[in-house]
């Protein structure tokens, strides 16, 4: 049995669309009861009733398709024209849509570690916002990741990236990774720099000319990733660097942290 909609709609309805706030039900006081807007609908659950409940949206006519489509456009045009973080900031995990939260939660990532990066939902956007900065603590970059099919993956400001080098860990040696999370989860085990995508940036490609330490290149395992990967070998080693290519199965973020040090002592 489903929980009646009059006794949770009005509050669920109150939210914005990626919200989730918990309110008093009328089975008694104690905020047991959970509503969330989610793109496709509203839901609810009361812990002391041990119930749910669902609402979907009514079905979007073309026009309102095209206008809600046209007014999240408008708002990521509006933000990446600045290196600003996007407002508003939602840093509690729990007021979250599940599959944002999910979306951390299964590379390994804790509340805790999230907190520690910055990493916030910003509800206007619909987007969880990774924020990048130095090693001075000055924010350099952010991306911005949608869960929507209709929409770009990511957005980030119109800023010249070639000079971002998302840094994670220490060591003696460097490990190169696509993306911002499979830096930070390869990171936990040894030095680790995102490309922030498949191509080695010119300043970069400096910066490890005057390192001259080994270099691992893990890029994700799809035919774009195991491409760049070979280009980006073959132009360290042409410049006498210690370079080796590893390939795994799956994206480096997705392994598990004994996993990543097996794939690291194995290439060496």
């Not at 669309?17 to 089975?27: A, I, K, L, P, T």
């Not at 929507?148 to 190169?176: A, H, M, W």
């Not at 691992?216 to 990967?229: E, F, H, Q, T, Y």
Request: charged share 30%; hydrophobic share 35%; glycine share 6%.
């Amino acid at each position: 049995m489903s929980l009646d909609p009059k006794s949770w709609l009005e509050f669920a309805k109150s939210l914005e669309v990626g919200q989730s706030r918990r309110f008093d039900h009328d089975c008694g006081s104690g905020g047991t009861l959970k509503c969330d807007h989610k793109p496709k609908g509203w839901g609810a659950w009361c812990w002391r009733c041990n119930d749910d409940g669902w609402v979907p949206h009514p079905e979007e006519s073309f026009a309102e398709r095209l206008a809600r489509m046209t007014r999240a456009k408008v708002a990521e045009q509006e933000v990446i024209r600045t290196l600003k973080l996007p407002e508003p900031q939602e840093h509690d995990t729990s007021k979250w849509p599940l599959e944002a939260r999910v979306w951390l939660y299964k590379i390994g990532m804790t509340n805790d570690d999230i907190s520690v990066l910055g990493i916030y939902y910003c509800v206007r956007l619909q987007r969880v916002v990774i924020p990048i900065k130095d090693q001075r603590d000055a924010l350099v970059f952010w991306q911005a990741r949608s869960f929507d099919p209709e929409r770009p993956k990511y957005i980030n400001p119109l800023v010249d990236k070639s000079n971002v080098i998302p840094r994670f860990g220490t060591g003696k040696t460097i490990v190169l990774t696509e993306d911002i999370l499979s830096a930070w989860k390869v990171g936990g085990v040894a030095p680790t720099i995102s490309l922030l995508g498949t191509s080695l940036a010119q300043p970069l490609y400096a910066r490890l000319l005057t390192e001259r330490k080994p270099i691992s290149i893990w890029l994700d395992p799809d035919a774009p990733g195991r491409k760049a990967a070979n280009k980006i070998y073959q132009q360290l080693t042409s410049s006498g660097l210690d370079v080796r290519n590893i390939r795994s199965e799956v994206d480096p973020k997705l392994l598990t942290r004994q996993e990543i040090k097996d794939a690291l002592s194995n290439q060496r």
